[in-house]
């Protein structure tokens, strides 16, 4: 529990404190914090057993009851700690992309890379929250700084009080110790584990928006034609769609390995034999029936899936086909073009790192799409061994 105390900073002077009656803390943020999750509700059988096991790790003397209530209370304000530990480091990601200051570079970095990672640059989530305020109430005039300055400075603040309550909870309790805190915290981190790679997600994803729209900004530098503007974004579209039929492909692949073929796309449930087929008396006569009625609907699924690969292949060959005669057509207008069409190397590499950024983050989101597949796959299988 220190390291979550000493990981956030004092209360920033990042701006005035900000006191716009219009922002309020995010409804999400909010409702989190205010909802005791079922894991850590006394009537929850797996909760119950862990702090059986605190007990047994701590020599008291007092009722038993009491103390169960205390590390009930404390287990609450680990979980809000934790849960506004994280917040923070996102609403500290926006931030540091406004400022530009989100991407820390190397030395080496600095010899090769051909624009500027020091600009500000608000995050898509952020131009959103502000979109729907405005949308809400026409009078409201935010600025992004003033959002994001508020959400830290109020999730710095609603940190300190609890871990305060915290600190005063433990010094107070008789027999708590570090291997009780230590089985507290690793029961609420596996629960809060799904959120926190959801909010890592979300960092990520800022960091790639902010490589694509800096060196968006500085192709248009460069003073870009209508023409070369319409190259960039088409060679970006092309990008976006060659690397999201690979993916695709790949997600549409993971399933079928993962699963039979009869738990794909057509579900058992929604296809029922005709009720005629129970009025038939011979019993032999009815199971054959039965037997052929599966094997037209297993053929079927069969040949569903076959066709869903195949078009996803075709589909990601054309995608990428696309994409390469893109950017060869972009050389040769390079080298073979007149003044009217002249098309600097510069922006060439510009484009190029742009769709190279496009296609990770692409990739990047799919590979977390996968990974969650997997998850409530592995949570299923679970629920149907119990």
């Known amino acids: 529990m220190n390291e979550l105390i000493t990981t956030i900073v004092p209360i920033t002077n990042e701006a005035t404190k900000i006191k716009n009656s219009s922002i309020s803390m995010d409804e999400t943020i909010q409702k989190r914090l205010e909802k005791i999750p079922i894991y850590l509700r006394k009537e929850n059988n797996t909760f119950q057993s862990i702090i059986d096991q605190a007990l047994h790790l701590m020599s008291v003397s007092i009722w038993k009851d009491d103390i169960q209530d205390d590390l009930i209370q404390i287990s609450i304000l680990i979980y809000k700690i934790n849960l506004l530990s994280i917040y923070h480091s996102l609403w500290t990601t926006y931030w540091k992309s406004g400022l530009g200051q989100l991407i820390e570079q190397t030395s080496e970095q600095r010899n090769y890379v051909v624009y500027s990672m020091n600009i500000p640059i608000w995050p898509k989530e952020i131009k959103r929250i502000i979109t729907s305020m405005k949308e809400k109430n026409a009078n409201i005039h935010t600025s992004p700084m003033d959002l994001v300055c508020y959400h830290r400075q109020e999730l710095e603040k609603q940190l300190r009080q609890t871990q305060i309550e915290w600190n005063e909870k433990v010094n107070h309790l008789s027999g708590y110790n570090l291997k009780v805190e230590q089985l507290l915290e690793n ?186 597949f997997h998850s409530k796959s592995k949570i299923k299988d679970d629920l149907d061994i119990q």
């Open 187 to 372: 029961y609420i981190k596996e629960h809060l584990h799904e959120l926190r790679q959801e909010i890592e997600h979300k960092k990520k994803l800022v960091t790639y928006d902010y490589h694509t729209e800096a060196i968006k900004q500085e192709f248009l530098r460069l003073n870009p034609t209508e023409y070369h503007k319409k190259l960039m974004k088409q060679s970006c579209l092309k990008k976006n769609e060659e690397k999201t039929t690979e993916r695709e492909l790949q997600f549409l692949e993971e399933r079928m390995n993962h699963s039979n073929i009869s738990e794909l796309s057509l579900e058992p449930s929604t296809i029922t034999p005709s009720s005629i087929i129970n009025f038939i008396e011979n019993i032999e006569i009815r199971q054959q029936l039965y037997k052929q009625y599966r094997h037209i609907i297993e053929q079927a699924k069969a040949d569903f899936c076959t066709l869903s690969l195949k078009t996803a292949q075709e589909q990601h060959h054309r995608a990428k086909l696309n994409y390469d005669n893109q950017v060869a057509k972009m050389f040769n207008l390079h080298h073979n073009s007149n003044n009217m069409t002249t098309l600097p190397l510069k922006m060439i590499d510009l484009i190029i790192e742009r769709c190279r950024i496009i296609g990770e983050r692409i990739q990047f989101v799919y590979q977390y799409k996968i990974e969650c």
